[in-house]
């Protein structure tokens, strides 16, 4: 069964260093996202992608955060200039047809350690 | 700004019962709600509904939406330990490029042998 992948399962960065994070959507879908969960709380949206541009992006997904489609497979998410509070893990997710767009499917996650 | 709460937050059950989990909405211009289930790491689809009254099924775990009262049910007959896991329940809009999926906090269910 298609899924989504994603890479690396977990990075340890300091504070202030660049990190970019991988993943590779359902190969037919054509929608993305990016969500993230700190721990304990709620799985929160950062940003989704279509057509080569970002259709909607939180609050949370300020300047330091930017995506990426480079070829036809994968998609990133780069933080510049990574602080503490970047802590969490890393969902990629994707979604088929405009009538299905809501059916995400979610990869197994990035945990990314700042410190 | 858009809400999902879900009940009870936590829950214990043993092997053979059946539970049910609550999740109520306030979201502008809803569209669709969504089930997902938490194992280890990634959030695993289950159900998207979005039409009230129109029960959802696969295998032992049920859904239904009511769209009047803004709240849906997840249903899980004779639970294994399995079926252990924090259960999620999501949220989207309609309109423009809302795409986006708002989260509840999950139930955490505990289902002993």
């Known amino acids: 069964e298609p899924e989504v992948t994603q890479t690396p399962s977990h990075q340890v960065t300091q504070m202030g260093q660049e990190v970019i994070l991988r993943c590779v959507p359902i190969?037919?879908?054509?929608?993305f996202y990016w969500y993230r969960q700190i721990l304990g709380q709620k799985v929160e949206f950062l940003v989704s992608?279509?057509?080569?541009?970002?259709?909607?992006k939180s609050e949370i997904f300020d300047d330091q955060f930017s995506v990426e489609r480079p070829d036809g497979s994968n998609f990133t998410l780069k933080i510049r200039s990574t602080k503490l509070e970047d802590s969490a893990m890393y969902f990629c997710?994707?979604?088929?047809?405009?009538?299905?767009?809501?059916?995400?499917?979610f990869g197994p996650g990035t945990r990314l350690t700042v410190t | 700004e858009d809400k999902v709460v879900q009940s009870p937050l936590s829950l214990v059950v043993h092997e053979g019962d059946t539970v049910t989990l609550n999740c109520s909405y306030e979201?502008?211009?809803?569209?669709?709600l969504l089930w997902y289930k938490q194992e280890k790491k990634a959030p695993t689809f289950l159900f998207m509904l979005?039409?009230?009254?129109i029960e959802k099924k696969s295998g032992r775990l049920s859904s239904i939406l009511d769209k009047k009262e803004l709240f849906s049910i997840l249903n899980i007959t004779a639970t294994q330990t399995g079926d252990s896991a924090v259960y999620l329940c999501?949220?989207?809009?309609?309109?423009?490029?809302?795409?986006?999926?708002?989260f509840g906090k999950g139930t955490l269910l505990t289902v002993n042998p």
């Open positions: 997710a994707s979604s088929g047809r405009w009538d299905s767009r809501y059916e995400q499917y």
């Open positions: 190969s037919n879908h054509l929608y």
């Open positions: 992608f279509y057509n080569n541009e970002i259709s909607e």
């Open positions: 979201v502008t211009n809803f569209r669709s």
């Open positions: 979005t039409s009230s009254g």
């Open positions: 999501a949220v989207g809009r309609s309109g423009g490029s809302n795409y986006k999926l708002t």
